[in-house]
């Protein structure tokens, strides 16, 4: 049962996700772009550089990086590099990114989503080094890391230094899922980590780096500009850093954690996260739903850090557009009580006590393809289809939490 204590709360907090000592007051945490320019570019005088971003790239006053690097005397910015979303962020979700010239710098902008994911040898002519500045989410589907991967194989090919100026990562020093498996690699899951990696992208391309993670065991000449004052217990509201959305269903700062959240769930198609809606990844629900039932279902869990209420929408594009959906709204007060990862499962696991003719795997093969490559194996849907039980995969899913862990906190750039 939900105590009065806790409604109080979620009364206060409306929306979104805070941790409960989000009363906390902490320094305002510098990126390493604001760390960089504090320091003039001084560190990148005479270099010609390559720039991977998007519009997450900007200083604490929201200045893009892409114009302080072109408007410093001590840089020379040649050549610019847009991942999926383009690098000032005007393009959709999954379109292909043509290379172009950015009208505002003249500086051309070579594609690395779609057909060239992998910056090429002739996009590198010329450059001294290669540096790479997004903010990311902190979940292992999420393609920007994969970017950031691919863009350091292919700097160590050419012999020039990678830089990543670091940003936080908005789960904080979250571990959740199991590794990818070596026949799941792809742009969606591209490393073996878990799905909750819990390192900053510094952090990750360190470990990358030092462990032989890229392909051919590749090391690159890695420089990683550290932030100030971040630290992996802080939820992003605490960095005192704005949010820009680093996707158009990523618009709010707590999205990142609902991504975690629903997104694997949502790659089947058949039941709705939210996308379409003004709530995208917030939300779980399917036409057939009693929203009431099945949030005393969710509710009657008992999962700690986090509430449910009931909720009907109607999206306005996408996929069910039109149609009327039921289901739940999540309230996560407190991401560092929840299993986040495990959400979309306890929700397929009630849905499916509701209706058990109503099976979320009966869709094309090409979604249940993109679901186990998000999810790093078939395993995962394989045990849960079995009884949809998330209990069935929970061992699975947790299997290797404590062993990256030892790993990855060898790399660990913050405490």
């Known amino acids: 049962m939900k105590t009065l204590f806790m409604m109080l709360m ?3 907090i409306a929306t979104g996700c805070v941790n409960a000592d989000s009363t906390k007051t902490h320094k305002p945490v510098l990126n390493g772009l604001d760390v960089l320019e504090n320091e003039n570019f001084e560190s990148l005088q005479g270099k010609r550089v390559g720039l991977i971003t998007n519009a ?4 604490l006053t929201l200045e893009s990086n892409i114009d302080l690097l072109h408007n410093s005397p001590n840089v020379e910015l040649a050549a610019l590099f847009g991942p999926e979303h383009g690098v000032r962020g005007d393009i959709n979700a999954g379109d292909y ?3 172009y010239i950015d009208e505002k710098t003249g500086v051309t902008v070579f594609s690395v989503y779609g057909a060239t994911r992998k910056p090429t040898q002739e996009m590198l002519e010329g450059l001294d080094v290669l540096i790479y500045d997004i903010q990311d989410v902190g979940s292992r589907s999420y393609t920007f890391i994969s970017t950031m991967g691919l863009a350091m194989e292919a700097a160590a090919e050419k012999g020039i230094e990678f830089w990543v100026l670091d940003r936080p990562n908005p789960l904080g020093g979250k571990i959740e899922g199991n590794i990818t498996e070596p026949d799941y690699i792809s742009f969606v899951s591209q490393f073996k980590i878990p799905y909750v990696y819990g390192m900053t992208s510094g952090e990750l391309a360190v470990m990358l780096n030092e462990e032989g993670m890229l392909e051919d065991s590749a090391k690159v000449d890695l420089t990683v500009v550290e932030m100030q004052n971040w630290n992996r217990g802080m939820n992003f509201e605490e960095t005192g850093l704005p949010w820009v959305p680093t996707s158009p269903h990523i618009p709010h700062r707590h999205t990142a954690v609902y991504y975690t959240a629903t997104g694997i769930m949502g790659e089947l198609h058949t039941l709705s996260e939210g996308v379409g809606y003004t709530m995208p990844f917030e939300l779980m629900g399917a036409t057939y739903l009693d929203s009431h039932e099945i949030t005393d279902r969710m509710n ?4 700690e850090g986090i509430t449910f ?3 009907t929408w109607r999206p306005y594009y996408g996929r069910n557009q039109g149609e ?10 407190d991401w560092s009580k929840v299993n986040i990862m495990s959400l979309q499962f306890l929700f397929m696991q009630e849905v499916h006590a509701l209706h058990p003719d109503m099976d979320p795997f009966d869709t094309s093969a090409a979604r249940i393809r993109m679901f186990d490559r998000v999810a790093g194996s078939s395993t995962v849907r394989e045990l849960f289809s079995q009884n949809y039980r998330y209990s069935d995969i929970e061992e699975f899913l947790n299997k290797d939490i ?3 862990r030892a790993l990855s906190s060898q790399y660990y750039l913050y405490p």
Not at 56 to 59: E, R
Not at 300 to 303: D, E, K, P, R, T
Not at 327 to 332: D, E, F, K, S
């Open 402 to 404: 404590e062993s990256f």
């Open 300 to 303: 009657n869990l008992g999962l």
């Open 324 to 333: 009327v959906l039921h289901g739940v709204q999540m309230y996560i007060f």
């Open 97 to 99: 990114v043509e290379t």
């Open 56 to 59: 997450t790239g900007v200083n």
């Open 10 to 12: 979620l009364s206060i």
């Open 309 to 311: 209420r009931p909720k």
